[in-house]
């Protein structure tokens, strides 16, 4: 490790990091426990964290509950992501006016954003990546998630903890931050110490840390980070076989699995709210009262509603079967093909936040078990 | 660092989801439920594409709805849509008059292989509102026939009645250069012209299978089945092109409503080889 | 009017080998049709039948207080009549010439013989109507799915 780029504060210190963010000017956006959930929302300070708490996670099953010790960053993903920042749930596109039979058209206004990511993790800075090229690397760049994406500050963390429906070795992308971070850190509880290891990412990055009070790192330093992240590693609560996964799905379209999975899926589309990668979106039109001028919004919406495929009125993908075989092999199959990537991160939230359990590692297991089979 | 660099190469991006103000200048019927729009933009800019390409189509606080381009690629100050009367937006598209404005975005999409069938035999086959999408195709050989080798139409209605463009396909068939089949699939009484589908009338038209490109446009079962049959006639899949529909909402790849497997049929399509699709074709519910 | 020629669009003629063609010509006669002629009525006996060399034909039915409707329409090398081929050997459809039409006639007869006489022949024979059978009923089922209609 590079001494110059990193640094290590104490817990008393960790205060300081929220100063320096505000101090630069920058809105810090992180973990905060709302109605029994860990979610992200605007931090005052170290006092909004989820301090001493964790939370238990299954399929269908989320809880908070007490930590024995009193570690900021001792939980999971929660049913939030950043998407919901950089990809608003809605969104303004224009206002039109109807002015003497003509129309005028004028773009809304872009809100002027300069957040500060704090704890996101890797399996969500790969969901960043993922959606970096879906919005901005595509062929036409989406203007909202570009001034939001632009000056973002993102002030990563490596996972103390794996949740009980995490995968994110599987899919390669945690529980260590290798990268798409200004500063990462790591919380240190052993010992009897419990600290904070920052290392800087970028020029950003190393000023903020420059800020910062603290000691230099040493070795036991990284090696303890190194233990922290194995440990993490080593515990993940599902895993997924990938190999070839693109190939598995396209030629098991008519697997009876998906109509088994059918027979339990709600449609609720819980799993691609929650997901940070799902992109989906419709428009809606509404017209002021008046009748002289109408707004266009965009939603986010997802593959799991009826409406979503409808071609004249009538849906495409008519059956749950369509929806969820949709959904599924987008996510882990032809998004490698529009995106040279598995749209997957393996975060866990659609397995936790699915009502009735439904576990997309489960999902792939069981067709891969069967590879071939025909209803 | 951070952040990709391409996006930064493109942050004044024009608004690629705020319409261009259009108004509607002539107005034609077609059939009971078809018209066709001519549509000139308030700034005077013209609307450059090529046959097979579509536009997204605002109408003020309804919506907007995808579009094929059924006018001439060699006059682009006018843009001409043919709209069938089959939902809340299109319903409102049909009843618009002349001198009612309306937004435009586009054009967007991959449309026919024109380039690629110079020096080849073109076999245009529609079906139904299908033609529409494929009147430009016939337009821009017609402006450069000398490029090309045999050209044949063939048209599929569902009665009489319900046939597009019918002046123009009088004038077409009374060409030596273009070889026109129309059919119906139900006969009135003062048709008579063929009756059948038009696979019926494929062994018609003069093709060389060896040197053909095919156009096929009109619905997906009718396009599996003609393609199906030009296969059996000789023609490589990969010579064979389709135009897919599916939802759009933002034309751009954005919104998602349009994958159709791996594609995204607003930017990868609506034209694609059928070689590509044939398989997918298949499959229910995709 | 040469078999020869109209080799090149029929499919039927196509199978057949020469010595087969020229049995074929020789129960043969092309016959000239004006627009609106008839060629064969709704339930007259399928003694003959015919390749369209020029020209259209549509099959048709009539009913009362209406113009006969055409069903389907039949162009160059198209065979015209199948029940020939099928006891009671008697037509389901009128056929009526749609514009001026060439047509080569077959006496329907001598073919029949000819077939149980030549298995080999028989079977290509049967090959073909079979496979016109199953084309027309694979385009019929399409037609029935009403594709063009408003959605």
Request: proline residues 5%; charged residues 20%.
């Amino acid at each position: 490790m590079d001494g110059m780029g990193q640094k290590v504060l104490d817990r008393a210190e960790f205060g300081a990091l929220f100063d320096a963010l505000g101090g630069e000017g920058y809105t810090i956006i992180g973990p905060t426990v709302r109605d029994h959930a860990i979610v992200y929302g605007e931090l005052g300070g170290v006092e909004d964290l989820p301090i001493g708490w964790t939370d238990v996670q299954e399929a269908g099953e989320y809880r908070l509950q007490r930590r024995e010790d009193q570690a900021l960053f001792g939980y999971a993903v929660g049913q939030h992501s950043w998407k919901k920042l950089l990809f608003p749930p809605t969104t303004a596109l224009f206002e039109v006016k109807r002015n003497n039979g003509s129309l005028h058209f004028v773009p809304s206004e872009v809100a002027d954003t300069r957040y500060a990511f704090l704890g996101a993790r890797a399996c969500e800075l790969a969901a960043i990546g993922i959606q970096d090229r879906v919005f901005l690397g595509n062929g036409t760049v989406d203007r909202t998630y570009q001034a939001g994406r632009r000056d973002v500050l993102m002030v990563a963390l490596n996972c103390m903890v794996a949740g009980g429906t995490c995968f994110c070795v599987s899919m390669g992308t945690g529980p260590r931050c290798t990268s798409g971070y200004d500063l990462v850190l790591t919380e240190v509880i052993e010992d009897g110490r419990h600290e904070f290891v920052l290392e800087s990412g970028s020029e950003a990055g190393q000023r903020l840390l420059a800020l910062l009070p603290g000691r230099l790192a040493d070795d036991s330093d990284a090696a303890a980070v190194d233990r922290i992240v194995a440990e993490t590693a080593a515990s993940m609560g599902r895993s997924m076989d990938i190999e070839g996964i693109k190939e598995l799905l396209y030629e098991n379209l008519e697997h009876p699995r998906w109509e088994e999975v059918a027979s339990r899926c709600l449609s609720c589309t819980n799993c691609t709210l929650v997901c940070p990668t799902c992109f989906c979106s419709s428009t809606e039109d509404s017209v002021t009262l008046d009748g002289d001028s109408a707004q266009r919004s965009r939603r986010w919406d997802s593959c799991f509603t009826l409406d979503f495929s409808a071609l004249h009125g009538v849906p495409v993908r008519n059956t749950t079967k369509d929806r969820y075989r949709q959904w599924m092999t987008h996510k882990l199959a032809s998004w490698y093909d529009q995106f040279g990537s598995s749209g997957c991160v393996g975060c866990g939230r659609c397995i936790t936040w699915c009502p009735v359990g439904i576990d997309i590692t489960e999902e792939v297991a069981a067709i891969r078990a069967t590879h071939g089979a025909l209803r | 660092m951070m952040f990709p660099p391409t996006a930064v190469a493109a942050r004044d991006v024009i608004e690629p989801m705020l319409p261009r103000p259009f108004r509607v200048s002539a107005r034609r019927v077609e059939t009971a439920d078809t018209v066709t729009l001519e549509m000139e933009p308030d700034d005077g800019q013209g609307l450059a594409f090529t046959p097979g390409q579509f536009t997204m189509i605002y109408v003020f606080g309804i919506g907007e709805v995808p579009l094929s381009i059924s006018g001439n690629p060699q006059d682009p100050s006018t843009l001409v849509h043919t709209v069938r009367s089959v939902g809340a937006v299109t319903r409102a598209i049909v009843g618009l008059e002349v001198g009612d404005p309306i937004g435009v975005r586009g054009p967007y999409g991959a449309g026919w292989p024109v380039g690629r069938a110079e020096g080849h035999d073109v076999v245009v086959v529609a079906g139904g509102i299908g033609l529409a999408p494929l009147r430009p195709v016939i337009y821009a050989m017609l402006a450069n026939r000398e490029r090309f080798g045999a050209v044949s139409l063939v048209y599929g209605s569902r009665t009489p009645a319900d046939l597009l463009f019918g002046d123009e396909l009088h004038i077409w068939r009374s060409r030596f250069d273009l070889e026109v089949e129309v059919t119906v699939d139900r006969s009135d009484e003062q048709w008579f012209g063929d009756v059948g589908m038009v696979t019926g009338l494929l062994p018609r038209i003069s093709f060389d299978p060896a040197n053909t490109v095919a156009m096929l446009c009109g619905p997906e079962i009718m396009m599996k089945v003609v393609a199906r049959e030009l296969e059996t006639r000789g023609l490589a899949p990969d010579d064979i092109h389709v135009s897919l529909e599916r939802n759009m909402k933002c034309a751009i790849a954005f919104c998602g409503h349009c994958q159709f497997g791996p594609d995204f049929l607003c930017r990868d399509g609506p034209v694609v080889p059928y070689s590509h699709v044939a398989q997918r074709l298949t499959v229910t519910g995709l | 009017m040469n078999l020869q020629t109209l080799r090149e669009t029929s499919p039927l003629l196509a199978k057949l080998s020469n010595t087969e063609l020229e049995f074929f010509e020789s129960v043969s006669s092309v016959v000239g049709l004006k627009g609106g002629e008839v060629l064969f009525e709704e339930g007259g006996p399928a003694d003959t039948f015919y390749v369209v060399s020029e020209g259209r034909v549509g099959l048709e039915m009539t009913s009362p207080g209406k113009t006969p409707m055409v069903i389907q329409t039949l162009g160059p090398g198209d065979l015209v009549g199948l029940s020939w081929f099928f006891a009671p050997h008697r037509w389901n459809w009128r056929a009526r010439a749609l514009s001026d039409t060439t047509v080569v006639a077959f006496d329907a007869a001598q073919v029949r013989k000819r077939c149980r006489e030549n298995r080999d022949l028989a079977l290509e024979v049967l090959g073909v109507v079979s496979a016109e059978l199953a084309a027309r009923l694979h385009r019929t089922r399409i037609q029935l799915l009403d594709l063009y209609r408003a959605p």
